[in-house]
């Protein structure tokens, strides 16, 4: 199986900060990296595949880079609306694997 | 406008066989590259993926859960299910489908249902 290691496990950032979260693969994933969010009670949300295309309706404060096993997310001005967890996604090999997510919070 | 609602039992006891289902609208899953997946999440921890159908009829599932998954559709209807048998505590999650949409090369979750709790308690 491809293990996802994802970080930080939490962080906090100020309203207006640049905050990013790594995830590294276990193997080369050629892209094939999905980004989700998840605030509290809800069910997650895809923001970004194909490590840096953004899903429809999704503001461009988000964006995704990386490749090869290194992938991350950034989120260029935090917003009180994205306090929320996160979690990477591969699909580039069956079974799909999800990193253990990261709650961000605003400090 | 893509939906998913996923309905289950709630509550089951150890050993039963846990039936889900997922009914959805606004795409089809007779539909070249469509498909459903099945995630759950323990609460307060992380997503585990457990199954894929696809329109195809191709099946894809985690390894981890070993023999007791069976993952089925009724395209006529719209409808996923997801059966898991010999449930035990660990089993205690929510459950969620999701549509997968091929955006070649990739195939993409990009839909979620609410999820469903499940409970399993003696």
């Known amino acids: 199986d491809i293990q996802m290691t994802q970080s930080p496990a939490s962080l906090s950032a100020s309203l207006g900060e640049t905050v990013s979260i790594e995830c590294l693969a276990s193997?080369?994933?050629?892209?094939?990296l999905a980004w989700y969010q998840q605030k509290s009670g809800k069910s997650p949300q895809l923001l970004i595949y194909?490590?840096?295309r953004l899903q429809d309706g999704v503001p461009s404060r988000f964006s995704g880079s990386g490749s090869g096993t290194r992938y991350s997310l950034k989120i260029s001005g935090m917003q009180p609306e994205d306090e929320a967890d996160y979690f990477c996604?591969?699909?580039?090999?069956?079974?799909?694997?999800f990193g253990s997510g990261t709650k961000l919070e605003i400090k | 406008q893509v939906t998913l609602k996923e309905s289950g039992p709630g509550i089951l006891q150890p050993s039963q066989t846990l039936s889900l289902t997922c009914t959805f609208s606004?795409?089809?899953?007779?539909?070249?590259?469509?498909?459903v997946g099945w995630i759950r999440q323990p609460s307060g921890k992380g997503l585990e993926w457990l199954a894929n159908?696809?329109?195809?009829?191709?099946?894809y599932y985690n390894p981890s859960l070993k023999n007791r998954l069976t993952i089925s559709k009724d395209t006529s209807n719209n409808q996923a299910f997801l059966k898991i048998t010999n449930v035990d505590t660990a089993d205690t999650a929510t459950y969620y489908c999701?549509?997968?949409?091929?955006?070649?090369?990739?195939?993409?979750?990009?839909?979620w249902g609410q999820g469903a709790s499940v409970t399993v308690s003696s």
């Open positions: 999701a549509r997968i949409t091929a955006i070649l090369p990739y195939y993409v979750m990009d839909a």
């Open positions: 159908i696809w329109w195809d009829d191709d099946k």
């Open positions: 606004g795409f089809s899953l007779s539909t070249y590259g469509m498909g």
């Open positions: 194909a490590a840096s």
């Open positions: 193997e080369g994933i050629s892209n094939d």
């Open positions: 996604q591969q699909s580039y090999k069956y079974p799909l694997t």
